[in-house]
C-alpha cells in the first residue's frame, strides 16, 4: 500500500492567496483526519470525517479555512485567504473502524505539507 | 475532556544509556494512550499503543510504556538508546468511545529526544 498520500509537499504563497492541500486516505479506510502542526501549538486536530462526513469541525481556526471529502478516496483542505499565521505543517491522516463494537485501527499519517506564507 | 502533558520538551541522552519520557493525561472517562514517533520532516508513526490487557505494552524498535490509572501515567522506555532514535515523540490519548466511534486523538505537545554519541 502507498500509505497516505498529499500534495503538495511544500507550498509558498502570498499573503490573500488561496490555498488548497489534498490528501488521499489508505485505500479501504472510512476516517480522515487534518491535523496542523506549528512551535507554539504543536500538533492540532483540525477536523475528521466518517464515512465522508465531517464528525468534528471544532478545531478549525476560523472562517478562512474549510474542508471537503467528496469520496473515500480524496479530502481536500482550503485556506483561502491565507496568512502568514497559517505557515505551518498540515498532516492528513486516516484509520479505518471495524465497527461499532470492533476497535478502531491506529492513525496512518501522510508526510505532511509544508505551508508557508509570505 | 481528555488532554495530555509531556513533562519535557527536550531529553538529551547518551547512545546506549536507558531514556524515560513521561506522560501524564487527565480524563473522567476511561482512555486508550499511544505514543507516535516523528522522525525530521516526515510523518508521524505508531510506536505502541495501550488499549486493554496487560498495562506493559512493547512496541516497536525496543520502545515499551506502562500505563498506570492511579498516576494517569504513560511514561514511555528505553533500556539502551541509538543514535537513529533521535526523533520527536508524542503522547496522545483518547476517550475509548469517542476513539471507535471515530478515533480522534489529543496529543501532547511531544518531546524533542536527542541521542548523543
Same mark, same amino acid.
Given at each position: 500500500?502507498?500509505?497516505?498520500?498529499?500534495?503538495?509537499?511544500?507550498?509558498?504563497?502570498?499573503?490573500?492567496?488561496?490555498?488548497?492541500?489534498?490528501?488521499?486516505?489508505?485505500?479501504?479506510?472510512?476516517?480522515?483526519?487534518?491535523?496542523?502542526?506549528?512551535?507554539?501549538?504543536?500538533?492540532?486536530?483540525?477536523?475528521?470525517?466518517?464515512?465522508?462526513?465531517?464528525?468534528?469541525?471544532?478545531?478549525?481556526?476560523?472562517?478562512?479555512?474549510?474542508?471537503?471529502?467528496?469520496?473515500?478516496?480524496f479530502s481536500t483542505l482550503k485556506i483561502q485567504p491565507?496568512?502568514?499565521?497559517?505557515?505551518?505543517?498540515?498532516?492528513?491522516?486516516?484509520?479505518?473502524?471495524?465497527?461499532?463494537?470492533?476497535?478502531?485501527?491506529?492513525?496512518?499519517?501522510?508526510?505532511?505539507?509544508?505551508?508557508?506564507?509570505? | 475532556?481528555?488532554?495530555?502533558?509531556?513533562?519535557?520538551?527536550?531529553?538529551?541522552?547518551?547512545?546506549?544509556?536507558?531514556?524515560?519520557?513521561?506522560?501524564?493525561?487527565?480524563? !473522567?472517562?476511561?482512555?486508550?494512550? &499511544?505514543?507516535? *514517533?516523528?522522525?525530521?520532516?516526515?510523518?508521524? +508513526?505508531l510506536l505502541l499503543k495501550y488499549l486493554s490487557g496487560?498495562?506493559?505494552?512493547?512496541?516497536?524498535?525496543?520502545?515499551?510504556?506502562?500505563?498506570?490509572?492511579?498516576?494517569?501515567?504513560?511514561?514511555?522506555?528505553?533500556?539502551?538508546?541509538?543514535? !537513529?532514535?533521535?526523533?520527536?515523540? &508524542?503522547?496522545? *490519548?483518547?476517550?475509548?468511545?469517542?476513539?471507535? +466511534?471515530?478515533?480522534?486523538?489529543?496529543?501532547?505537545?511531544?518531546?524533542?529526544?536527542?541521542?548523543?554519541?
Amino acid at each position: 500500500d502507498a500509505g497516505v498520500i498529499q500534495s503538495p509537499r511544500h507550498e509558498v504563497t502570498e499573503m490573500g492567496q488561496e490555498v488548497t492541500l489534498r490528501c488521499k486516505p489508505i485505500s479501504g479506510h472510512n476516517s480522515l483526519f487534518w491535523y496542523r502542526q506549528t512551535m507554539m501549538r504543536g500538533l492540532e486536530l483540525l477536523i475528521y470525517f466518517n464515512n465522508n462526513v465531517p464528525i468534528d469541525d471544532s478545531g478549525m481556526p476560523e472562517d478562512r479555512f474549510s474542508a471537503k471529502m467528496p469520496n473515500a478516496s480524496f479530502s481536500t483542505l482550503k485556506i483561502q485567504p491565507s496568512e502568514p499565521r497559517d505557515s505551518a505543517v498540515y498532516f492528513c491522516a486516516s484509520s479505518n473502524s471495524l465497527g461499532d463494537r470492533g476497535r478502531r485501527e491506529t492513525q496512518y499519517f501522510g508526510p505532511g505539507t509544508r505551508l508557508l506564507v509570505l | 475532556a481528555q488532554s495530555v502533558t509531556q513533562l519535557d520538551s527536550q531529553v538529551p541522552v547518551f547512545e546506549e544509556a536507558p531514556v524515560e519520557l513521561r506522560c501524564n493525561y487527565s480524563s !473522567s472517562v476511561s482512555v486508550y494512550l &499511544f505514543w507516535y *514517533v516523528q522522525y525530521p520532516n516526515q510523518g508521524l +508513526q505508531l510506536l505502541l499503543k495501550y488499549l486493554s490487557g496487560s498495562t506493559l505494552v512493547k512496541g516497536i524498535n525496543g520502545f515499551e510504556a506502562e500505563f498506570n490509572k492511579s498516576q494517569t501515567s504513560f511514561h514511555l522506555r528505553k533500556p539502551s538508546v541509538h543514535i !537513529s532514535d533521535t526523533a520527536e515523540y &508524542f503522547c496522545a *490519548v483518547s476517550d475509548r468511545w469517542i476513539y471507535n +466511534q471515530g478515533g480522534k486523538l489529543i496529543f501532547g505537545q511531544g518531546t524533542e529526544l536527542s541521542v548523543k554519541p
